[in-house]
């Protein structure tokens, strides 16, 4: 069966299969990811190889992790195939980590995400930041969106709070549906996560950020002297320099990793006496 047929005919939407098949836009997106020789590069969703034709041929080898068995044995029969190591598996149980130390090189993640796995995979892989050199993923917009917004921005939210933490991130192409196959309803962005190489943010526990951020965006409007009373008192958060009359949108990620660090801290003395 032709490349052409394929997608015309196969595409699972339960796997978010939109293939790219605008040259252009794929030219654009190996310029950006810049792939090097020695360099490390892991693929998700591969598809129908739009990007990963290309890249190999940068690489002496490229890892692959697609979970649609028909595709997996689509990409065996293509002639770069020797030079792709492919992993028929789901990429939110790949082990990233294992393959850093095997390597013992930092690795590079890239693809054109399937939608419905997008944010899960992205906190997925921050769980295993310390093998990342860093990402470079096509999202759907309002999802790059969330990741980049700022403080007081209508996307600011929990995901924006957590990437940046682990992330310096950079929105890098803006993409329109016809250059799918099929057209997706929604429109697409291609973005950069880099870990950031200094602490930009030092929380001690990361999980107390994530219980903070979720509790405080449950109501994001409602000021946080009530949205977080069962962890801070009006007397706590003034001590901290954190306006009790702000709401979770109006906080910065700095004074979220502040409280954060100041219930670890409390805990822990709790814990010792
Ligand atoms: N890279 C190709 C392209 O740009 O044309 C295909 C991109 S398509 C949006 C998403 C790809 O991810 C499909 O090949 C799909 O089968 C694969 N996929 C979906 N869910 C996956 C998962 N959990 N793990 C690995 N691959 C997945």
Request: glycine residues 2%; aromatic residues 14%; hydrophobic residues 40%.
């Amino acid at each position: 069966m032709s490349i052409k047929n394929f997608y015309k005919y196969f595409p699972l939407k339960q796997y978010g299969q939109n293939f790219l098949i605008n040259k252009n836009v794929i030219n654009d997106i190996i310029k950006i990811i810049n792939p090097q020789k020695h360099q490390i590069l892991v693929e998700i969703g591969p598809g129908l190889a739009a990007l990963t034709k290309p890249i190999c041929q940068f690489l002496e080898e490229l890892i692959v992790i697609e979970i649609d068995v028909c595709l997996v044995d689509l990409l065996k029969k293509y002639f770069f195939c020797s030079k792709i190591k492919i992993f028929h598996q789901d990429a939110l149980n790949f082990d990233y980590k294992k393959l850093y130390f095997k390597k013992n090189k930092l690795i590079r993640v890239f693809g054109n995400l399937p939608y419905n796995i997008s944010t899960s995979l992205i906190l997925y892989l921050f769980k295993q930041i310390e093998a990342i050199e860093d990402m470079n993923f096509m999202l759907q917009k309002e999802v790059a969106e969330r990741l980049v917004a700022s403080p007081g921005n209508k996307s600011y939210g929990r995901l924006s709070i957590i990437s940046q933490y682990y992330c310096k991130i950079k929105i890098l192409l803006h993409i329109t549906p016809e250059n799918f196959q099929p057209i997706p309803k929604v429109h697409s962005v291609f973005i950069n996560l880099t870990p950031h190489k200094n602490f930009l943010y030092f929380v001690y526990d990361v999980n107390i950020l994530s219980r903070i951020t979720k509790i405080a965006f449950q109501n994001r409007r409602k000021i946080i002297r009530h949205s977080l009373k069962t962890l801070f008192s009006e007397k706590e958060l003034i001590e901290l320099k954190i306006n009790p009359k702000f709401r979770a949108e109006n906080i910065s990620i700095i004074e979220y990793c502040r409280l954060s660090n100041y219930l670890y801290k409390k805990f822990n003395n709790l814990k010792k006496n």
